[in-house]
């Protein structure tokens, strides 16, 4: 059972254009997400996370939008850029006591010239 | 401190022996996580320390598998008697704080692959 979905496993988009990762989740339970790049042969490195208090959060080029009532959080990089393609992985995490992160699959995300 | 460290890098073993992969994380980051990640998939939880105590190993896929972290700082993971389905990346993680919301730094994974 998934508790993180991100249903698009390949999003490509030219550069200097928005690109837009989505990500949902089925447990209510959920408190803090955070969005994490992957390079090939490289482990995941941290990007820009949201408290679920929060509806956005911005950490220059890249935003985090969260609906809580949606269940649903995006990832916004704006002007994309050739060293953003990577994988995205959208991870989240209970509030109120310490646990591992739960992962989305990722999406690869592909910036075209 | 470069970063967290994981070795070997790569692991290549037969089925039914038993492997051990070290984790070093940053120094002075306290809590310590393991993650698993087969291909096409986001990496899942396995087990998390907090200094040396273990605060959660139901998540660990089997009585195979275990992890330690002895003098609180770094730690290794074991899984005896390997098998095929074992194969994948394994992934060391550390963060500073007692909090449920830390960011947490990755190391480079070991990857593992049963013959």
């Known amino acids: 059972d998934q508790q993180v979905k991100q249903n698009s496993p390949s999003l490509s988009v030219q550069e200097g254009r928005i690109s837009i990762l989505n990500c949902d989740y089925t447990?209510?339970?959920?408190?803090?997400f955070l969005w994490y790049k992957k390079y090939p042969a490289e482990g995941p490195t941290f990007l820009i996370s949201?408290?679920?208090?929060?509806d956005k959060n911005e950490d220059g080029r890249f935003t985090v939008f969260l609906n809580k009532s949606a269940k649903h959080l995006s990832l916004h990089i704006v002007p994309s850029q050739p060293g953003d393609s990577a994988v995205y992985f959208c991870?989240?995490?209970?509030?109120?006591?310490?646990?591992?992160?739960?992962f989305g699959k990722g999406t690869h995300l592909i910036i075209q010239p | 401190d470069t970063g967290v460290s994981q070795n070997p890098r790569h692991k290549i073993t037969k089925r039914g022996q038993n492997v051990t992969f070290r984790c070093d994380p940053i120094s002075e980051h306290n809590r310590l996580y393991w993650y698993r990640q087969t291909l096409g998939q986001g990496p899942e939880f396995l087990t998390y320390?907090?200094?040396?105590?273990?605060?959660?190993k139901s998540r660990l896929l089997s009585d195979r598998f275990s992890a330690e972290r002895p003098k609180g700082s770094f730690s290794t993971l074991e899984i005896q008697r390997t098998e095929q389905g074992d194969s994948a990346m394994y992934l060391c993680?550390?963060?500073?704080?007692?909090?449920?919301?830390?960011?947490?730094?990755f190391g480079q994974g070991t990857r593992l692959t049963v013959v």
């Open positions: 993680a550390s963060s500073k704080g007692t909090g449920p919301n830390t960011e947490a730094f």
């Open positions: 949201i408290s679920s208090i929060k």
């Open positions: 991870a989240a995490i209970p509030g109120g006591g310490a646990d591992g992160l739960t």
């Open positions: 447990n209510s339970m959920f408190d803090y």
């Open positions: 320390f907090q200094n040396e105590a273990q605060l959660e």
